[in-house]
């Protein structure tokens, strides 16, 4: 059994070009971050600065491309555009 | 009439309109008012508003970042806010909060919104932040003009909101806009819906919604579920409950709860926190009252003898769902503050109230309301 608190899927997350970080609200009042270059690394958890919660986040590393344009930034080598 | 207004919880933002930031748990008497009732007491993600019935007066505290408060730079209020005269409304009919917007219905039955809605929550097309400016609506945006004799009751949870819309004649149309990701509004599933669409329609009036993270309930007025859309807690199925009625359906974030007449309660969707109440819950206790915020729940049962209390459950993190030392006292204002003790909370004792006293409560993200009228 997971024990994070939600499985959330990238399209349902916000992503923020110049923070580079993806957020989601949190049932606290804040939000789950996580960095787009910890995706590409291969973490799934988003976390709560305020509490501690966390959702897992559900992507393939492909999804991560259309992010990397939008926050004008070069694709990382094993990603194809 | 009077009321006192008690809160405690989440309080990052000022969401509990105490004069401070700090996470509280233990009730704190945060407004007291010499007249008229609190009809509603609606909670975005850090922002809390406050309707009173009679008056149509509209008091707000919290998070003010992207204006869906009021206009003006100020980015976090402590303490409450008279909204009517910043909104140019003297009377509000209805209001909703959901993550960083308001809605409301004002006195010539039009409904309007403010703050963010990157997910069409404000649901007036592309535009996504109503900003601090001080338009001519007084910072809000027309989302849709109803009928002068149509009755509009709104609700909102999340990156939703509902305008369940009723006729004089008995015709009920309920519209809805945000996100639709899980079809929570209409299928086929899309990103956004950024307009009202009719999510329902019947000659059966829908009395209320009750809203989840991404589903939808609508309970006509004899208490039966007519629809649920959206990504539904695992195990309920709401073809199960058509035809029953005097049922209360309530939501958290992620689970749905039901009272039915005979006072018997079921609930479905996550319990990684205790949030479902069947199992700790008495069936015997008199529940006369009965509200979710985003991941807990509370209670006012009434005792043989007439007493009532406040209780809580679910995840209490943020000191929402109180202590569970039995000392209560809030005379030593240092030991109010959340010292986490409390995370996953069984039902909780969170306030006594005397016999001859009316209670309400509701619940916000992490944050709990109780109103207490003589």
Redesign the interface.
């Known amino acids: 059994m997971s024990?994070t608190?939600?499985q959330i899927?990238i399209?349902?997350m916000?992503f923020h070009p110049e923070l580079e970080m993806f957020t989601y609200?949190c049932?606290?009042?804040?939000r789950f971050e996580i960095l787009l270059d910890d995706m590409f690394d291969g973490i799934k958890l988003a976390v709560c600065p305020?509490?501690?919660?966390m959702i897992d986040v559900i992507f393939e590393v492909e999804d991560l491309a259309e992010y990397y344009e939008q926050a004008g930034i070069a694709l990382p080598e094993g990603i194809a555009a | 009439m009077g009321f006192n207004v008690y809160c405690l919880g989440?309080n990052?933002?000022g969401?509990l309109g105490l004069g401070h930031c700090n996470d509280v748990m233990v009730a704190q008497k945060s407004i007291v008012q010499s007249s008229d009732e609190v009809r509603k007491v609606v909670c975005g993600?850090?922002h809390t508003v406050l309707l009173l019935e009679g008056s149509g007066s509209v008091l707000a505290t919290g998070n003010n970042e992207f204006g869906q408060l009021v206009g003006g730079p100020v980015v976090d209020y402590t303490d409450w806010v008279d909204c009517n005269g910043p909104w140019s409304t003297p009377r509000v009919l209805d209001v909703a909060a959901g993550?960083e917007f308001t809605a409301i219905v004002d006195e010539n039955n039009i409904v309007r919104s403010r703050g963010a809605g990157?997910r069409g929550e404000l649901g007036v097309g592309l535009d996504t932040c109503s900003g601090n400016s001080n338009n001519s609506g007084g910072g809000f945006c027309t989302v849709m003009e109803c009928g002068s004799d149509d009755e509009v009751k709104l609700f909102a949870s999340?990156a939703n909101c509902v305008a369940v819309v009723t006729t004089k004649g008995g015709h009920c149309t309920v519209y809805g806009w945000g996100?639709n990701?899980k079809c929570q509004l209409q299928t086929p599933k899309s990103?956004i819906v950024d307009r009202p669409v009719v999510i329902y329609e019947t000659d059966d009036p829908v009395d209320y919604a009750a809203l989840g993270k991404n589903f939808n309930v609508l309970v006509n007025k004899r208490g039966e579920i007519v629809h649920a859309a959206g990504n539904l807690p695992s195990g309920f199925h709401w073809e199960h409950w058509k035809g029953v009625p005097g049922l209360q359906v309530r939501c958290m974030?992620?689970s749905i709860h039901i009272l039915d007449l005979k006072g018997s309660r079921l609930s479905f969707g996550?319990n990684?926190h205790g949030q479902l109440l069947d199992t700790a819950f008495p069936q015997d206790m008199y529940v006369t009252d009965t509200c979710m915020?985003?991941?807990h729940g509370v209670v006012v049962v009434k005792e043989l003898d007439g007493s009532q209390r406040v209780l809580a459950w679910g995840?209490g993190?943020?000191g929402n769902c109180g202590r569970l030392s039995p000392n209560q006292s809030d005379s030593d204002p240092t030991s109010v503050i959340n010292d986490k003790s409390n995370?996953v909370s069984p039902l909780n004792e969170i306030l006594v109230v005397d016999p001859d006293k009316k209670v309400k409560v509701w619940g916000g993200?992490?944050?709990t309301w109780i109103v207490v009228s003589s």
Do not use: I, V
Request: hydrophobic residues 20%; negative net charge; glycine residues 10%.
């Open positions: 024990t608190y939600d899927e399209e349902d916000t609200p049932p606290c009042g804040d305020s509490c501690s919660l | 989440s990052g933002r969401q993600g850090n993550w990157p999340f996100s990701t990103k974030w992620s996550f990684l915020g985003s991941e995840w993190e943020h995370e993200c992490a944050t």
